[in-house]
C-alpha cells in the first residue's frame, strides 16, 4: 500500500472507531446472577480469557500491560467472586494458567463491550447493503488484527 493511503486509512481507523465504540458501548458492568456491579477493568480482564483454552496469568498481564503481580491480584478478586480458575502448568508447575468457570463465561457474555440495543440502533440506520458492506469491512479488519495479534505474540511483542 502506498505510504499516503496507509495513512489515510490509518486516521480513518483512528477516528472513526472511537465514534462507534463512544456510540455503542456498555456503561455499566453487571453479573446477570448476583446483579453484582464489576469494574471495567475487570470485566476487560474476562473479555481476555476463554473457558477452554486458559492463558497464562503473565501473558495476560503483559498484553494489558501490567505486571503479573498486578494481575495477580485482579485475578485473586475474580477467582473470589467464582468468574476464573487458576490451573498449574502441569510441565512447569511455576507458571499459573487462568480461564473462565461457567459464571465468567456467564458475565462475559453479559458483560459485552458493546451494548447490543446501542449496536441494533446503529446499525437500524443503515440500508441493507451498507449493513453488509459495513459488516464485511469489520470482517477484514478484525481478520487482520487476528493476524497480526498472533504475529506479534510469536515475535515476542505487544500489541
Known amino acids: 500500500m502506498r505510504e499516503a493511503a496507509r495513512v489515510k486509512a490509518r486516521d480513518a481507523v483512528m477516528t472513526l472507531y472511537p465514534r462507534i465504540y463512544f456510540a455503542c458501548h456498555t456503561r455499566h458492568v453487571r453479573d446477570p446472577q448476583s446483579q453484582h456491579l464489576l469494574s471495567r477493568h475487570q470485566a476487560s480482564i474476562l473479555d481476555h480469557l476463554d473457558e477452554l483454552a486458559p492463558t497464562t496469568v503473565r501473558d495476560l498481564a503483559r498484553h494489558m500491560g501490567v505486571t503479573a503481580a498486578t494481575m495477580s491480584l485482579?485475578?485473586?478478586?475474580?477467582?473470589?467472586?467464582?468468574?476464573?480458575?487458576?490451573?498449574?502448568?502441569?510441565?512447569?508447575?511455576?507458571?499459573?494458567?487462568?480461564?473462565?468457570?461457567?459464571a465468567g463465561v456467564c458475565v462475559r457474555a453479559a458483560t459485552s463491550v458493546l451494548d447490543p440495543a446501542r449496536v441494533d440502533a446503529v446499525l437500524a440506520r443503515l440500508t441493507e447493503d451498507e449493513r453488509v458492506r459495513a459488516i464485511q469491512g469489520l470482517e477484514l479488519l478484525a481478520r487482520a488484527a487476528q493476524e497480526e495479534m498472533h504475529a506479534s505474540s510469536a515475535a515476542g511483542r505487544q500489541l
Not at 502441569?90 to 507458571?95: F, G, N
Open 74 to 102: 485482579a485475578i485473586d478478586r475474580l477467582e473470589r467472586k467464582g468468574y476464573v480458575v487458576r490451573l498449574r502448568d502441569a510441565t512447569d508447575r511455576r507458571r499459573v494458567h487462568v480461564r473462565l468457570t461457567s
